[in-house]
């Protein structure tokens, strides 16, 4: 299976689909890893709130995939913002993970009430000075925070992980991206619930194609520029998750996908803290 490659800013490259692990824990996420590595995959999310990396770390390991062609993304929580704090959590992440290096490190949230992000970033570009970190981006930031970031330290994000999905396809914010260079990563590329799987434009287009619901979704995300990160703990539904090179959605289709209601399942940037 041939998965599209992204370049990122700072010339390092990210596959369009990886493999999310919340809420595993960390037998589930040793084998879901392994069973991910082995059928192809090569991006792995983690976070410290996840309480896995123990598990994604022993996944890594066990996979007998060359460390070099994995890229391991794990998250600052909240409670570690700050500049000496940041530094300190990444030791642990490190050390959890039992890796050399982190590929990319992403503030989990901006926690914009506490007022420590841009400090937690400036440890993040010493730590990718230092080789230790390849690339480093953010997680649920907004055009305001991310130019701030721009504003008092000169340097963008690789990536930003937002909530992304049919039900809510953040046109704004991804054109935002696109403008300065930012890749769009996508959590929950599958909505929750199994609500966008049911339902019946997603399922018509995916019967037209002869592919599943979750392909559908998982081929509109690649089709925006957008890095998709299903979590599945399931070798067969990982596999599938996997196959989405083989087809194209049409412009009609690609409009029937994200043609609803717009609603945010998750939590708002602005006002949403998790520690």
């Given at each position: 299976?041939?998965?599209?490659?992204?370049?990122?800013?700072?010339?390092?490259?990210?596959?369009?689909?990886?493999?999310?692990?919340?809420?595993?824990?960390?037998?589930?996420?040793?084998?879901?890893?392994?069973?991910?590595?082995?059928?192809?995959?090569?991006?792995?999310?983690?976070?410290?709130?996840?309480?896995?990396?123990?598990?994604?770390?022993?996944?890594?390991?066990?996979?007998?995939?060359?460390?070099?062609?994995?890229?391991?993304?794990?998250?600052?929580?909240?409670?570690?913002?700050?500049?000496?704090?940041?530094?300190?959590?990444?030791?642990?992440?490190?050390?959890?993970?039992?890796?050399?290096?982190?590929?990319?490190?992403?503030?989990?949230?901006?926690?914009?009430?506490?007022?420590?992000?841009?400090?937690?970033?400036?440890?993040?570009?010493?730590?990718?000075?230092?080789?230790?970190?390849?690339?480093?981006?953010?997680?649920?930031?907004?055009?305001?925070?991310?130019?701030?970031?721009?504003?008092?330290?000169?340097?963008?994000?690789?990536?930003?992980?937002?909530?992304?999905?049919?039900?809510?396809?953040?046109?704004?914010?991804?054109?935002?991206?696109?403008?300065?260079?930012?890749?769009?990563?996508?959590?929950?590329?599958?909505?929750?619930?199994?609500?966008?799987?049911?339902?019946?434009?997603?399922?018509?287009?995916?019967?037209?194609?002869?592919?599943?619901?979750?392909?559908?979704?998982?081929?509109?995300?690649?089709q925006l520029g957008a890095v998709a990160i299903p979590k599945s703990a399931d070798a067969g539904r990982q596999r599938t998750n996997l196959d989405v090179s083989g087809f194209q959605l049409r412009?009609?289709?690609?409009?029937?996908?994200?043609?609803?209601?717009?609603?945010?399942?998750?939590?708002?940037?602005?006002?949403?803290?998790?520690?």
């Amino acid at each position: 299976m041939s998965i599209p490659v992204y370049t990122l800013n700072d010339g390092t490259t990210i596959p369009a689909i990886g493999l999310g692990t919340w809420p595993m824990d960390d037998a589930q996420a040793e084998r879901a890893v392994r069973d991910a590595l082995e059928t192809g995959y090569r991006l792995v999310d983690t976070a410290v709130n996840y309480r896995n990396e123990t598990g994604v770390g022993r996944g890594v390991a066990s996979s007998g995939v060359p460390r070099e062609e994995v890229l391991v993304t794990t998250k600052l929580p909240g409670r570690h913002h700050g500049y000496e704090e940041t530094l300190a959590s990444f030791e642990e992440s490190r050390r959890r993970l039992g890796l050399e290096y982190v590929d990319l490190y992403l503030i989990h949230w901006p926690n914009p009430r506490v007022g420590k992000y841009v400090d937690s970033w400036r440890a993040m570009v010493r730590l990718r000075e230092e080789g230790l970190v390849r690339s480093i981006g953010v997680s649920n930031f907004t055009e305001e925070h991310l130019g701030r970031l721009e504003k008092e330290t000169g340097v963008l994000p690789s990536v930003n992980q937002v909530e992304l999905h049919p039900l809510f396809p953040q046109e704004e914010l991804r054109a935002f991206h696109a403008e300065k260079g930012i890749v769009t990563e996508s959590w929950s590329p599958l909505g929750q619930d199994g609500r966008l799987l049911s339902d019946p434009a997603i399922v018509g287009v995916a019967q037209a194609l002869g592919v599943t619901p979750a392909q559908v979704i998982l081929r509109w995300h690649v089709q925006l520029g957008a890095v998709a990160i299903p979590k599945s703990a399931d070798a067969g539904r990982q596999r599938t998750n996997l196959d989405v090179s083989g087809f194209q959605l049409r412009d009609t289709q690609m409009t029937a996908v994200s043609e609803r209601v717009h609603q945010r399942l998750g939590g708002d940037p602005d006002g949403h803290e998790e520690f």
